[in-house]
């Protein structure tokens, strides 16, 4: 096994760790932005590299070359590069914590969990663990406000994962080109922009039914 391979399992287990530690007394917090640190912190705990609880700085560009399990061609998803803490700040404070899950239905818990986590992945506020930060913070906001968000049911194994991260990217590259279409790609000078739909045309024939919001529903019990 290569040192790389060694250090992946390694991650992967003292954040397994500390997961199951979560799961048995949560963080206690508001759910705003300081809750959201608080729980990177501690899943991180162990990865002083990663800087635990510390939100990215502006940076010129931001993004991540996307390899889904099981092969196929690579795509790039752009995050937002300034004004990333403000931004996290204000899109929890508008969410307003659990209450704002109250006597909503399951769909519509669904939609705005959905869209909380897409403004979240967007914002894509830590320099390593985004992923497993806003599915453990989702999963103590989804208890708080009456219900249980079990991720595995979103989709377990290789094929699982790629069907969330391709919901996720889509709903990211969405928020990075708001109402992009052929047709404005096709008239663009902006390389960035054309590129962008190109990836977004394949991950949403990918995607087929299987969006953020309907796959959260599918995880999503109680109330």
């Known amino acids: 096994m290569t040192q790389d391979a060694l250090r992946e399992r390694r991650e992967r287990r003292l954040v397994f760790a500390r997961i199951k530690e979560l799961a048995e007394t949560r963080i206690p917090g508001r759910f ?21 609880g510390a939100i990215r700085k502006d940076t010129y560009g931001w ?15 752009h995050y937002l590069h300034w004004g990333i803490e403000a931004r996290i700040g204000a899109i929890l404070d508008a969410f307003g914590g659990p209450p704002g899950l109250h006597g909503l239905s399951q769909q519509e818990a669904a939609a705005r969990l959905a869209r909380l986590y897409g403004d979240l992945d967007h914002a894509h506020g830590f320099y390593e663990g985004n992923s497993r930060t806003l599915r453990e913070f989702t999963r103590e906001l989804a208890l708080a406000g009456g219900y249980t968000l079990d991720w595995t049911r979103a989709g377990n194994g290789g094929k699982g994962r790629s069907a969330l991260y391709i919901a996720r990217d889509v709903a990211v590259l969405e928020r990075v080109y708001p109402g992009l279409s052929e047709e404005r790609a096709m008239a663009t000078d902006d390389p960035g922009e054309y590129q962008a739909w190109w990836h977004l045309a394949k991950l949403r024939k990918l995607q087929g039914e299987d969006s953020l919001e309907r796959l959260i529903l599918a995880a999503l019990t109680g109330s």
């Not at 993004?63 to 998803?77: A, D, I, Q, T």
């Open 32 to 52: 705003d932005i300081a809750h959201l640190k608080a729980v990177h912190a501690h899943l991180f705990h162990d990865l002083p590299e990663h800087q635990p």
């Open 63 to 77: 993004h991540k070359v996307r390899e889904l399990e099981g092969g196929g061609p690579s795509h790039v998803v």
